[in-house]
């Protein structure tokens, strides 16, 4: 990330007054600026709020292909997605997703609702930092 509050880095490119090819690319961040601290992903299993799916609330650190990698993860599991509401603060992912198994029912076993809270949570580990 470029300075300035959260702009992707880029590189510019253009022609100088001779016709040569300039390219430049924006300076890092200066030492005086504070870096965010990586917050731990985290999963949050509900059967509560619905009535036909199971919610999973994601939280984890926005990066390219987080939102691949989860939907990804949910289909190798078996899941099917009713519903997903994809919410993305400056650089932290909030995204709920509305499942149920291949039998149209709400994951109620604690042992795969672990499994899939521990699933996600490698897939999310996976991504490149």
Do not use: W
Request: charged share 30%.
């Amino acid at each position: 990330m470029a300075r300035g509050g959260g702009i992707p880095a880029r590189r510019y490119r253009g022609t100088t007054a001779g016709g040569r090819v300039a390219a430049q690319t924006p300076s890092a961040p200066v030492l005086g600026e504070p870096s965010r601290p990586r917050v731990p992903s985290r999963i949050d299993v509900d059967n509560e709020v619905s009535q036909e799916y199971t919610v999973l609330d994601v939280y984890t650190h926005d990066e390219v292909g987080v939102l691949y990698r989860i939907c990804r993860t949910l289909r190798d599991l078996g899941l099917y997605l009713g519903v997903a509401k994809i919410s993305t603060k400056v650089d932290q992912v909030a995204d709920t997703f509305y499942v149920k198994d291949i039998f149209s029912q709400k994951i109620r076993d604690p042992q795969r609702i672990e499994e899939v809270r521990e699933c996600l949570l490698a897939c999310l580990d996976k991504a490149p930092h």
